[in-house]
């Protein structure tokens, strides 16, 4: 009887530990970016003959998921002088006030409170870009998403988005239409956040 008593307590603490894990994992889960893995890359046809490529980073910010309710909010700032397209005479020249301003304007950032979930996963954001002082709509589109645990101390969850913006828009029109108007960004961003804590 007292054996029986014993499972029975043992089953209701065990039953207790699951559902208060289960909330745990329910609500809102924020996490800081890894500059070692958070990045925007970019690429813009040039002269109709080849891709020009480079990217900015590391990336600022902090990413919060809810799940459980579908939800997400993202803020990012973007370093602009850290431009790098392998070309040090280019990137002088993006950093100019023809170009990405600088000196006038040394971030972009993008924030998003609007997200699309796809079996619990974010698959879309969708928020306001802005870069030389002009905001705009943004969509950036979830080409993969996961999340690791790193050995029980954190969980760390990244991916790779993608958007399109056309530079216009902001004000940028030097070398159009020879330098194309339209730019396709990459974004890859790693968020850790510590366990054991509250989120």
Do not use: K, W
């Amino acid at each position: 009887m007292a054996r029986a008593r014993h499972v029975t307590l043992t089953a209701r603490v065990a039953l207790a530990a699951l559902v208060a894990a289960s909330g745990a994992a329910a609500q809102p889960a924020s996490y800081t970016l890894d500059p070692a893995h958070s990045f925007v890359h970019f690429e813009v046809l040039h002269f109709d003959t080849s891709t020009l490529r480079g990217r900015f980073g590391p990336l600022a910010g902090s990413v919060t998921l809810d799940r459980a309710a579908g939800q997400g909010e993202v803020g990012l700032r973007i370093p602009l002088a850290t431009v790098n397209t392998g070309v040090p005479f280019l990137d002088t020249r993006l950093r100019g006030a023809e170009f990405l301003d600088v000196v006038a304007q040394p971030d972009a950032f993008f924030v998003a409170t609007r997200f699309r979930f796809e079996a619990g996963q974010p698959a879309e954001l969708r928020g306001e870009f802005t870069l030389r002082g002009i905001g705009q709509a943004l969509s950036l589109r979830a080409l993969r998403f996961a999340c690791r645990t790193e050995e029980q101390r954190a969980e760390v969850c990244g991916g790779d988005f993608e958007g399109e913006l056309l530079r216009s828009d902001f004000g940028i029109t030097f070398g159009l239409p020879f330098i194309a108007d339209r730019v396709r960004l990459q974004v890859q961003v790693e968020g850790r956040r510590e366990l054991g804590r509250q989120p």
